[in-house]
Structures are given as structure tokens and as C-alpha cells.
């Protein structure tokens, strides 16, 4: 199946991210900023997005009150203005593993280093400023990957001795509830996620059978009753690795992710799989050399051969031999089908067998009020350590991203069209989200960063025309000079409507008259699409 170069413009004659169309966008406007500064000797800052209720910046200082560590919270506005902070106490032992926001409250999730998954969590009412703290003792030996508020519960994914389990705490009363149906040994916990309409889906792979593997989609009301159960048998060829659902924007649900051979790390392309439990369904499968786009990132020549190759292997009944290290990031559903956004990233062959090793494959989570519920830094969990930087991750010098692609499914979870953008083989010191994009009318649109610069690129999706450009950081001050940028460190996310956010770390001199030496900075520009 070789896909259409064009789709029906009928699908895209909208932008995903505002209630009513605009016209394409030409520019790139960077409105607000803020900046904070900082020693070298600081802790990094985390930031969670709040949508309309702006940024909450957190903050491991150096000061100490008896026995706890002080934890600064800088609330800004939707124009990056402060609008309020605050101090925790929190006892030393503990570590922020995972946030959420809800409309007027933020939550965080500390955990304690030498105890068996006994968490901290905090309710912040962002108009008050109040904060309540939770003292969570699952009294099991808890590894958490997954984290949200849901309805007046809080639900946590994750593992306990190897085996999957997903909890429910509801703070109101202390009492924390073990779903059944999740401690099975050779099963792996893919994903937990809240819906729209306050239910959540848990996503396992039973692994246990060697000829038939089955994929096992759950939905649970906000107080822990299931609601439905859909099971469907991945063929033998196959195994499924990375994959998220969506969160009934639309009134179905769809799960996508990669697939590859049997035994193997990396993926050989893309799958869906509507989740209808009244009836069998078949899991869609995409090869990456029958899209369109997906090879763009490589030379001309080189990916028409690779792509002539994959095709006479399909042709032939066989799995190609193109296969990637791809990592599926979110879901966007809109009138006519849902979109992927994944990226392709390359490792090091000393760390190439622990990549997807079992029980590691956790997708990074996205609230449906934005992003949250994930490490701070946009790190991804672990089963092991609760959060990423252990050696079941690659390092700082192991990955590089290499390209960002969006795939257009429509309602059955059919591939109608896929689009690309090379990076710069961007290093990032974890598995994060290297890029963001944007689907507006009759085009699409790519941005991500790189070191001080924004890399912006558009695609016509009648004519298939594209054009690149770039744009610098902007700063403060016409004096101000950027003297070096955390190559490593920093990103653009969608915040809410047709704003982001870009983050970063900058040392900056200003060359007006009585101005001496750098300055460091941790800063955040807002984005406007024009």
C-alpha cells in the first residue's frame, strides 16, 4: 500500500488548535518573555504547563528549615508575568517524580529515595495559593510509571515486583484501591491515561504466550469500575512496543504506536487499532517505506532505494528490513481522525539492546489539560528508579533525534497521509520531545529548537510545497548578546490555542555602557502562530 501524496484537504480545512479557522500563519511572534536568573552551582527548574492558567516553575533551593529542603513555586500568567509564588517544606529524602494540572489547581508528586513506593503529593489551588499535602504508603513495593488526576482520585501505573498494577488514591479519605486484574507475571503496563469525560484507560501487553501475544485495552470510571474490556490477539510476526491512546475527543477511541519483528528492539513502522469490543478488530499495520514522507530525512537516491526495497519485501509477504528506533509522543483527534506525532532518533550499538528492553517502554504522558504527569524535565519514567536517568535509558551521548513525523489516520485508523521534518540530530540528555507542530487550515507546521535558534518549517498540504526558516531567540534587551546556549537542554511545547512556549538556559552580556560580565539564565519565550 503506497499512500496518497494528497489527502482530502477536507480534513485539514481547520486548526486543531482553536475553535474556529484562521488564516495560514507567515510568521513566528515571540510577544513575552521571562527570565530568571541562576548560579551554576542551581538545581535545574521544572515547568508545568497550566493551559489558560499559565506556567508553574518549581524550584530545589538551597535553603533549609530544620530537617526539610525548601521548594519554590513561581506561578506565571498566559504573558508570562508573575502572579504569585510560594515555599514548600519538604522533607530531604524526597525527590519530584511527576505533576498534573487541573483547571485551578496543580499537583506534585514527590517521592521518598529509601522507602518502597511511598510517595509525598501536593494540591496547590493556584487562586489561594492553599496547598495540602497527601502522604501516600501503598505498602507494596510500588515503581511508579504513570500519574494523573482523575474526577476526585488520583490514579497511579506502574509495577510491583515485576508485575503490572494500577492504584487509586482518593485523597478525600487516605484509601488507596488496587484494581483487579493487573498482577500477571510476563505482562507489561504500556500506558495509562485519563479521558476527556474523567474516565482513564489502561493499556497491557500479555507477553506470556510465544505464538500469540495479546494487547488488552481497558476503560475505568473515575472511581475505579470498569467499563469496558477489549482484547485483541497481535499476530505472530510481530511485537507491539511504544504505544499511547487517545482520549475520547472524538466518541471513539484509538490506540497507535510502533510495531517490529518478533525478538527485535526497533520498530519496522507504525500500527492502529480501534478499540470496539462488540466486534474483532485487526490491527492496522504501516510500513516506514510505504510512506511518503518518512525517509525525506536521508539522501534522495539512498531513500528511493531503501523505500524499492521495503516495497518488493511487502510485495513478497515479507517484514522489510528498514527499521528504526521511533518513539510515538501524542495523540491529536480532531472531526475527521486522529494525527501522531512521533520521532526517530538513533543509539549508540552499546546501548541498542536497552532501549525497548521489557518493562521500559513507558510513553511520555500528556494530561488531557496539557502536558503533565510526567518527570520534571519531560523525562520519562522508569519501572527501576521512578524516573529515567538509570541505566536502562540511553545517555546524554547515546541518542540523537533525527526527525520528527506527523501521520494523518482517519476514523478506522487508516493512514491517509504522513509528513516529515529533518532535525539537526539533536542530543538531548534523555529520550525527550524534540518537536511540535501545529495544523492549521491548509498547512502544517513544524517547530522545534536548536542550541539559540527556532527551526520553523510549513508544508502547503494541496501542493505538497514547502519552505524552511529560521529565527533567533528572542531577548529582553537590544544590548543583550547571547554568549553560549545548553546545547542539551530546552525545547518548544504547545501551551494552549496558537501559543507555545520555548525554555532554555543562556548566559547573556549585555554591551550597554557600565555593563560587566555574563549573566546565566534559565528563560522561557512565549510563541505566537501568525
Request: charged residues 25%.
Amino acid at each position: 500500500m503506497n499512500i496518497s501524496p494528497l489527502y482530502s484537504t477536507l480534513v485539514f480545512r481547520l486548526c486543531l488548535f482553536l475553535p474556529a479557522p484562521l488564516v495560514l500563519f507567515s510568521q513566528i511572534q515571540q510577544p513575552n518573555r521571562f527570565e530568571k536568573e541562576r548560579k551554576y552551582s542551581d538545581e535545574d527548574l521544572t515547568i508545568v504547563p497550566m493551559a489558560t492558567d499559565g506556567l508553574a516553575l518549581v524550584f530545589e533551593s538551597k535553603k533549609f528549615k530544620s530537617s526539610n529542603q525548601t521548594w519554590e513555586i513561581t506561578l506565571l500568567d498566559t504573558i508570562l508575568q508573575k502572579v504569585g509564588s510560594l515555599e514548600l517544606e519538604i522533607e530531604q529524602r524526597n525527590r519530584l517524580i511527576g505533576y498534573d494540572h487541573t483547571v485551578g489547581m496543580v499537583y506534585l508528586l514527590f517521592k521518598k529515595d529509601d522507602t518502597k513506593g511511598e510517595m509525598y503529593l501536593i494540591s496547590i489551588d493556584l487562586k489561594t495559593k492553599e496547598t495540602v499535602g497527601y502522604e501516600i504508603k501503598p505498602e507494596l513495593n510500588f515503581q511508579l510509571t504513570q500519574f494523573s488526576k482523575v474526577g476526585k482520585n488520583f490514579v497511579f501505573g506502574g509495577y510491583v515486583n515485576f508485575e503490572p498494577a494500577v492504584l487509586l488514591y482518593n485523597s478525600d479519605n487516605n484509601n488507596i484501591k488496587i484494581l483487579p486484574g493487573f498482577f500477571q507475571k510476563e505482562t507489561e503496563l504500556i500506558d495509562v491515561r485519563v479521558n476527556k469525560n474523567q474516565t482513564f484507560n489502561a493499556l497491557t501487553i500479555d507477553r506470556g504466550d510465544r505464538d500469540t501475544q495479546k494487547i488488552i485495552f481497558r476503560t475505568f470510571d473515575s472511581s475505579g469500575k470498569q467499563l469496558l474490556e477489549d482484547i485483541t490477539d497481535i499476530e505472530g510476526d510481530i511485537t507491539l512496543q511504544n504505544s499511547i491512546s487517545s482520549t475520547l475527543d472524538r466518541e471513539d477511541l484509538m490506540i497507535i504506536g510502533s510495531f517490529g519483528k518478533r525478538k527485535t528492539k526497533q520498530a519496522s513502522g507504525f500500527y492502529s487499532l480501534q478499540v470496539n469490543p462488540f466486534e474483532e478488530q485487526k490491527i492496522n499495520r504501516v510500513y516506514f517505506g510505504q510512506l511518503n514522507h518518512y525517509l525525506d530525512y536521508l539522501k534522495p537516491k539512498k531513500a528511493a532505494r531503501i523505500k524499492l526495497k521495503s516495497l518488493n519485501a511487502i510485495e513478497g509477504g515479507q517484514i522489510p528490513d528498514l527499521t528504526n528506533y521511533v518513539m510515538p509522543f501524542k495523540i491529536v483527534e480532531h472531526t475527521n481522525g486522529f494525527l501522531l506525532l512521533a520521532e526517530s532518533y538513533t543509539a549508540s550499538s552499546s546501548n541498542q539492546q536497552s532501549v525497548y528492553s521489557p518493562y521500559s517502554n513507558y510513553p511520555y504522558y500528556y494530561s488531557p489539560y496539557g502536558y503533565g504527569g510526567y518527570y520534571p524535565g519531560n523525562r520519562v519514567y522508569n519501572q527501576n528508579t521512578g524516573y529515567s536517568s538509570d541505566n536502562n535509558m540511553p545517555n546524554t551521548q547515546d541518542i540523537k533525534t533525527v526527525q520528527s513525523v506527523v501521520l494523518a489516520f482517519d476514523a478506522k485508523g487508516k493512514i491517509m497521509m504522513d509528513f516529515s521534518q529533518k532535525l539537526s540530530e539533536i542530543k538531548m540528555s534523555t529520550l525527550d520531545q524534540v518537536s511540535e507542530f501545529l495544523l492549521c487550515e491548509d498547512s502544517i507546521h513544524f517547530l522545534y529548537k536548536k542550541e539559540s535558534e527556532l527551526k520553523i518549517k510549513t508544508i502547503d498540504l494541496d501542493s505538497g510545497e514547502f519552505s524552511e526558516r529560521e529565527e533567533k531567540i528572542k531577548l529582553n534587551d537590544v544590548y543583550d548578546e547571547i554568549r553560549m546556549e545548553r546545547s542539551q537542554e530546552g525545547s518548544v511545547k504547545h501551551w494552549f490555542n496558537r501559543a507555545f512556549y520555548v525554555w532554555g538556559y543562556q548566559s547573556i552580556r549585555n554591551n550597554s555602557k557600565g555593563q560587566v560580565g555574563n549573566r546565566e539564565v534559565f528563560y522561557i519565550n512565549r510563541i505566537v502562530v501568525r
